[in-house]
Structure formats: C-alpha cells, structure tokens
C-alpha cells in the first residue's frame, strides 16, 4: 500500500494533497494558504543522509532555541540544505 500524501486542511478540514516539493499549498475548498507538514514535503527528503540527518537536527533545534539570532542561522542552514547548497562553514 502506498502512503497517500494527504493531510487534512487546519482551517476548514477537507482533505488535501502535498503536491512535489511545495512548502506551502492553497486550500482548493476554503483557499487558506496551508503550510504542508515537513514530513509530506518531497524535498523534506532531498539531499545526502548527511544532510538529511542535519536537516532533521536544525528542526529539533528550532524548537527549543528562543534566541532569535541562533533561529534565523538555523533557518538559513536548513534552507541552504533544502535548496542542495552547503551551508557555509
Ligand atoms: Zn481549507
């Protein structure tokens, strides 16, 4: 069985689908602007291991950071990784 790609719409609750690497889809039955999950992201999953192993690190870091300056690094590390560029060292 393959996974559907679907999730549900957290403002009206249709059904939706993650469509490619899309960050963020328009809602076809209310026309919100829907951020897709991470994880239903292809590009979510683009990249080395490494990379995506990083990735996955950055986010769990960005939960917890509450200095704004580390947050706006690990974004642009994580964009960097998501758009195939090394982040620079
Ligand atoms: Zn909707």
Redesign the pocket.
Known sequence: MSEAKSF???????P?TADGPAREIK??????S?IVPEELRDSARRGTPQQQQRADEIVERLIVVTDPKEEAKLYAELDAIENGNEPLK
């Open positions: 549900n719409c957290p403002n009206c609750g249709s939706l809602c076809v039955y209310c026309g919100s829907v």
